[in-house]
């Protein structure tokens, strides 16, 4: 009787949850259009024609996003609608700065009489079709993300060989200073983008393992309870990884990164506060340590603290970046109208900058609020999942991604010192495109375990308004 | 485990917070700051990037910016580059812009408000913006003709419309190139403004409207003005003119310049002391009218105010507070009193266009780059100098100068010119000054001249000698 009002809608169909996978249909479509008018515009402010390049890459995104899509629809049906299309949109995005910076780079080399260059977007839109293909392969594969705890020190052992790879003889590479970079058949690789979620699987198995013990308490000292000395093993293993990857590759961002995600992790894992202050501790140890010890150390912390009289050499990049960012001011100078190009790395490292000049602190904020967007979906997950390692790997990925974006963010902005980090999805580099893209493929897949409604007894409320649809 | 999750996402959430702070900061609060910046290409960049709009005499540019291959895209080009420095100005990649290039950077780099609707335009249809253009009030003819009749000197030529105060020329010796101070090569453009600014004659020194000199013999004009204006006297009124004049309280005397008296009895009339520019008379009338009744009447003509053309003009200046002797050295352009062309150019103006004073203007029109005219200049009257009727004797006796008297050079055939000679020292040993100050047609003058020429040697015929024939020439190039 009291159910009379009940509409008759919500009594018709059992208890399935929405896929929502026409939503995800739908804002993949937009994220197309927004790339597409935002190439026309380069077009138009360069008074060139869209050309056949132009449809032809939109063709390109437009299957592989498509395939992506449809992917999802056939093998995680359930998954989160969101997570997809900004991951696309931001690609996009990236390929449009990417495709803006090429034309400057031509243009340029045009006025000085050089040969032209190799425009990046067309292998970075190759890459993204590796891309997609490894979140294909992901999602085909792997049916159940339960699957990789199995395999949990298997991981460990490959994010380690993965981790060291680049120092490696023959394959290893130096570039800039950093050795990053493993050479194998014409193609440059860095090992340490795939390490990050591989460690991740690690962490999040391992972690799931030990939690119990490693958030036993031994000792209260000022109220906080302190881990068992022995317990604290994996972490200073992680810590001098990290100091390891600082010390022979010279790649402060990476280093930073292993560190605050196992922290983090740890924390999760174990609920204990302790740990944070214990890892925050080690950090600032280790952060002091290379300060004093190493030359490129300090001077990234000075020309942090003040650029300006470095303007000229070592602080020509974010000098550089900030004169992009002010000449962008609150709308942008529109894009193909700034100066993007005299950032060194625009089109890597820099290209928020090269974004915040063109999009203005409005572009750059809708920019950092797609990745919040994506970062706050994927913690939804790890919240959602009924598995402890679903929630620890989910959480950990985000956790990457978070980090990611906040250290090369803060990093050419002046927040915080810079380091050598790629911005996830907008930067031009395969590793890192690739690397990304599987990260939404694990976050979707543990996203699709989350919301798919288990075989089900139908629930005594549904029972109950089924029986007043009768009365 | 979700609790330390959402502790998480909160210190996440903390992070996104501080990033979009801080480039809130830096591209709104900072952006200015940053874009002031020393160093800061992107400003110069941007301005480059615009085709900058033409400075136009007539309908000819004389300066405009051409596209080039290098990474600043357009050049700044000067045709007939130091006859039109003082104008025009420079741009420069490392000094900056001067003259009209700096005045004018809005209109010319397309950011004036009124390109409004144009920009908008722009906006959306997303074209390259351009700038506007600015006509000058200059005649080519008049400023062609004080360039070569200047060559060699060292001085400057100021000519205005007397009817509505267009300038219609300005120009200076030595001048400087434009074109290379603009080029887009950092050591030529220094080697050469080292030059310049080591050059002792000043050449970047905009002499027309900034070089201040005593103008001597052609302030007679404002003294015989405020003499007309006191109502005491008349171009026949007599006036002691002896060869040498006590100053009141001293024992220094002022001399005519070729030592006789001005007349039979030490007697003249104004008319023919005006005519032969008779010091000990005119000295005598100063102590008569008082230098506060000089100082009026020199203001009211532009003393003591600084006139944006839009150009700066330097202040030219009649003494605060002289003594008597002073008054009487002021009262022949000496002492303390100093006057830039343009300013002398603008007491002939003021009597040749019946007393009443155009502010003087350098800009005629602004176009928008499709050479639409979104704004003209309209004359405006400075000061009512002197009563027509005033203006009328006033005129008569500079005809007079020149048919009579010691301007006899700017004499020409057909044409009434009233003009007015001057020499000044600028200090004991500093060579003289030369200055010759016109109007003409005397009757309705379509031009009024000053030219000073420094640095001239001669005692006061120079001002004859010297600057007369280049008034002349002037003259001759606006009535052709």
Redesign the interface.
């Known amino acids: 009787m009291t159910a009379v009002g009940t509409p008759p809608a919500a009594a018709t169909s059992a208890p399935r949850q929405p896929s929502r996978r026409n939503v995800e249909l739908i804002l993949l479509v937009f994220a197309w259009m927004i790339g597409v008018l935002g190439t026309l515009q380069v077009g138009w402010a360069i008074g060139r024609e869209p050309d056949t390049g132009l449809w032809v890459t939109a063709g390109v995104v437009a299957v592989l996003s498509l395939v992506a899509h449809l992917m999802v629809r056939f093998r995680a049906k359930y998954a989160d609608p969101i997570l997809l299309p900004i991951a696309t949109l931001l690609t996009i995005l990236g390929l449009v700065m990417i495709y803006r910076l090429d034309v400057a780079a031509a243009r340029r080399a045009d006025l000085n009489g050089n040969p032209l260059p190799t425009p990046d977007v067309y292998s970075q839109l190759t890459w993204f079709a590796v891309a997609v293909i490894l979140f294909v392969s992901v999602l085909v594969l792997l049916r159940d993300h339960r699957i990789l705890q199995r395999y949990t020190y298997t991981f460990g052992l490959l994010g380690l060989i993965l981790l060291v790879l680049p120092l490696a003889p023959v394959i290893g590479t130096t570039v800039n200073g950093a050795t990053l970079w493993i050479r194998v058949l014409g193609f440059s690789f860095q090992p340490a983008e795939l390490a990050k979620i591989v460690l991740t699987v690690f962490f999040a198995g391992y972690l799931v393992e030990k939690r119990d013990s490693l958030a036993l308490v031994r000792t209260k000292v000022l109220g906080l309870g302190l881990p068992r000395l022995k317990d604290l093993g994996p972490l200073v293993v992680a810590w001098l990884v990290s100091l390891g990857v600082l010390i022979f590759q010279r790649d402060l961002g990476t280093s930073l990164l292993f560190f605050g995600l196992f922290v983090a992790m740890l924390y999760i894992a174990t609920q204990r506060r302790s740990w944070l202050i214990i890892g925050g501790l080690l950090f600032l140890a280790g952060a002091v340590a290379a300060y004093y010890m190493f030359g490129h150390v300090r001077l990234r912390v000075m020309v942090w603290l003040d650029p300006w009289p470095y303007a000229s050499e070592q602080g020509y990049q974010i000098v550089q970046s900030l004169y992009g960012l002010a000449n962008g001011g609150i709308l942008g100078a529109g894009l193909g109208q700034g100066f993007p190009n005299l950032v060194p790395f625009a089109n890597t490292d820099f290209i928020i900058a090269a974004l915040g000049e063109e999009l203005g602190v409005t572009g750059l904020i809708a920019i950092l609020l797609l990745y919040a967007l994506l970062i706050e979906r994927g913690l939804r997950t790890a919240i959602s999942v009924r598995d402890s390692f679903g929630q620890l790997l989910a959480a950990g990925l985000s956790i990457t991604l978070a980090l990611q974006v906040f250290v090369i963010i803060g990093g050419v902005t002046r927040l915080i010192p810079l380091t050598g980090l790629t911005t996830p999805f907008l930067s031009y580099g395969g590793s890192s495109l690739i690397a990304n893209w599987i990260i939404v493929a694990l976050l979707l897949r543990i996203s699709d375990r989350a919301r798919r409604p288990e075989v089900i007894a139908p629930s005594p409320d549904d029972a109950l308004t089924q029986v007043v649809r009768r009365t | 485990?979700?609790?330390?999750?959402?502790r998480?996402?909160l210190v996440?959430?903390v992070?996104?917070v501080?990033?979009?702070a801080?480039?809130?900061v830096?591209?709104?609060v900072?952006?200015?700051?940053?874009?002031d910046?020393q160093?800061?290409?992107?400003?110069l960049?941007?301005e480059y990037d615009v085709e900058r709009g033409p400075i136009l005499v007539g309908a000819n540019p004389v300066a405009r910016s051409v596209e080039t291959?290098?990474?600043l895209k357009y050049l700044r080009e000067y045709d007939n580059g130091p006859m039109y420095a003082p104008v025009t100005g420079f741009y420069s990649l490392i000094y900056g812009a001067t003259g009209l290039e700096r005045t004018e950077n809005r209109v010319l780099t397309g950011k004036s408000e009124l390109f409004a609707i144009d920009r908008a335009e722009q906006?959306f249809?997303?074209?390259?913006p351009r700038g506007g253009a600015v006509t000058t009030t200059i005649n080519a003819r008049a400023q062609r003709a004080a360039f070569t009749a200047l060559r060699g000197k060292k001085g400057s030529v100021v000519a205005i419309e007397p009817a509505t105060g267009r300038i219609l020329a300005s120009v200076q010796s030595p001048s400087f190139d434009p074109n290379i101070l603009s080029s887009h090569d950092p050591n030529k453009i220094r080697e050469y403004y080292d030059a310049l600014e080591a050059d002792p004659a000043k050449p970047l020194l905009n002499r027309p409207i900034v070089s201040l000199n005593p103008p001597g013999s052609t302030f007679k004009i404002i003294t015989a003005a405020a003499a007309l204006a006191s109502g005491r006297f008349t171009p026949e009124s007599v006036l002691p003119g002896p060869r040498a004049y006590n100053l009141p309280n001293s024992t220094k005397k002022i001399r005519n310049w070729n030592g006789q008296a001005c007349g039979p009895n030490n007697l003249v009339t104004l008319r023919q002391a005006l005519a032969i520019s008779c010091n000990t008379a005119f000295a005598w009338l100063g102590n008569e009218l008082g230098d506060d009744a000089l100082r009026e009447q020199a203001q009211l003509m532009g003393f003591n105010t600084s006139f944006e053309i839009p150009l700066r003009a330097a202040t030219s200046r009649f003494p605060e507070d002289p003594d008597a002797p002073q008054t009487a050295m002021s009262a022949i352009g000496q002492f303390d009193v100093r006057a830039t062309a343009l300013e002398m150019a603008m007491v002939a103006a003021a009597v040749g266009n019946n007393g009443k004073l155009m502010s003087p203007y350098l800009v005629q029109e602004v176009r928008g780059p499709d050479l639409a005219i979104l704004k003209t200049t309209q004359p405006e009257q400075y000061a009512t100098t002197m009563d027509p009727l005033n203006a009328v004797l006033m005129t008569e006796m500079l005809v007079n100068v020149v048919d009579n008297g010691t301007g006899s050079n700017a004499r020409i055939p057909g044409v009434r010119v009233a003009g007015k000679t001057g020499t000044a020292q600028t200090g004991n040993d500093n060579p003289a000054v030369a200055w010759f100050v016109a109007f003409a047609p005397a009757q309705s003058p379509e031009v009024a001249v000053a030219v000073v020429v420094e640095d001239a040697g001669a005692p006061e015929v120079s001002g004859n000698q010297l600057a007369a024939p280049i008034a002349k020439k002037v003259i001759e190039a606006v009535l052709r």
């Not at chain 2, 485990?1 to 959402?6: A, H, N």
């Not at chain 2, 900072?30 to 874009?35: E, H, K, S």
């Open positions: 485990m979700s609790r330390p999750i959402r998480i996402a996440l959430g992070l996104l501080a990033l979009i801080n480039v809130t830096i591209q709104v900072l952006a200015g700051d940053y874009r910046r160093g800061n290409q992107r400003v960049l941007e291959g290098d990474t906006l249809a997303g074209r390259d």
